[in-house]
């Protein structure tokens, strides 16, 4: 989930990004917060993985326009994506005695105004992260090992281009037009009235 959260925030636009930078504090707090409530047998670091997917999809989803703080906006976002991904881990991953308390939390969570059933959510993911493993493969080589390397590795532009035999700021070149022919091939894939690409992205999990 850590690769497909990387490579969704990159293809956010760049006042995104800047919310996701800025808020990164409220996974871990949401995330300590269920752990210690719920007494959860899940490692800190799974819970925030799950917990930075509902970050970005609150950064694409946020319209300032509607006069609401971020931060409340995305609060819910990032605890219904941490129970999203601890319904999908099953009882072995949490303890089993809040296993039912959990779910009429989810429960409550998708009756959030606006909110979309987690079965739609769900389908939009698992469509997207076709969409995406077709796109990344048809890439050209090198702009697909650059992808890889970036989001996958965790490597650096400088590292990738001393791989590739290039300058740091030609893998930064190469980077963005791989970025971009990734959008342009999601985009093909896309079915008419789908939200915009960047929607999509962000629900990648």
Do not use: C, W
């Not at 800025?22 to 007494?39: C, E, F, I, T």
Request: a positive charge; hydrophobic letters at 40%; charged letters at 30%.
């Amino acid at each position: 989930m850590a690769r497909a959260v990387l490579l969704a925030a990159a293809m956010l636009s760049s006042n995104a990004r800047r919310l996701i930078e800025s808020h990164l504090h409220l996974v871990g707090r949401q995330a300590r917060y269920l752990r210690h409530r719920y007494r959860l047998d899940v490692p800190m670091e799974e819970l925030e993985s799950f917990g930075r997917m509902g970050l970005v999809d609150a950064a694409e989803r946020f319209d300032p326009e509607r006069g609401h703080a971020f931060a409340s906006f995305a609060r819910p976002r990032i605890r219904g994506a941490i129970l999203d991904g601890l319904a999908q881990l099953g009882p072995s991953g949490r303890t089993r005695r809040r296993g039912g308390h959990l779910k009429r939390v989810r429960r409550r969570h998708d009756q959030l105004p606006g909110e979309q059933a987690s079965a739609e959510l769900e389908l939009s993911r698992r469509r997207l992260r076709s969409a995406l493993h077709q796109a990344l493969a048809e890439l050209p080589d090198r702009a697909r090992l650059l992808v890889e390397r970036r989001y996958f590795e965790h490597r650096t532009l400088v590292d990738i281009g001393l791989e590739l035999g290039v300058s740091k700021s030609r893998a930064s070149r190469l980077h963005a037009a791989a970025l971009r022919k990734l959008r342009a091939a999601l985009a093909e894939v896309m079915s008419v009235g789908e939200d915009t690409l960047d929607a999509e992205l962000a629900q990648v999990a």
